[in-house]
């Protein structure tokens, strides 16, 4: 089973910045998509960025690009968010998740079966 545990969601300023952390478990990074997604209230669940492990290929919704960066520490199993200029429709749950993949893109949220908790990202003056 997969497992990931996320961190770093707050409450921030428009403009502000912050880094989301997931660290994985349950298998080696290798050959996996690895990313996140967000549902803000009312919304479908959105794929936001994600990382192809072996090669460190990029994916960025467009409404990120520009603004977020994602990275990843193969050695301590972790992938970094980093997200700034945050916008008030920013504002949402992120949540961390994997897939076995050839490419960064991400698959429709019903194609993975494991999630992480899930961390708060509220952007508001």
């Known amino acids: 089973q997969l497992q990931f545990v996320e961190s770093g969601g707050g409450l921030v300023q428009p403009g502000g910045s912050l880094i989301l952390s997931c660290v994985v478990s349950?298998?080696?990074?290798?050959?996996?998509?690895i990313g996140w997604f967000r549902q803000a209230p009312g919304k479908k669940r959105e794929g936001v960025s994600f990382?192809?492990?072996?090669?460190?290929?990029?994916y960025y919704a467009d409404s990120v690009k520009g603004r977020f960066t994602i990275s990843r520490d193969n050695a301590q199993n972790t992938v970094y968010l980093q997200m700034n200029n945050l916008k008030t429709e920013d504002t949402a749950v992120y949540y961390c998740?994997?897939?076995?993949?050839?490419?960064?893109?991400?698959?429709?949220?019903?194609?993975?079966?494991?999630w992480g908790q899930g961390t708060q990202v509220t952007v508001s003056s």
């Open positions: 349950g298998f080696t990074m290798d050959y996996y998509a």
């Open positions: 990382i192809y492990s072996s090669d460190g290929r990029t």
């Open positions: 998740t994997a897939e076995q993949s050839t490419h960064p893109a991400p698959f429709p949220p019903p194609s993975y079966n494991d």
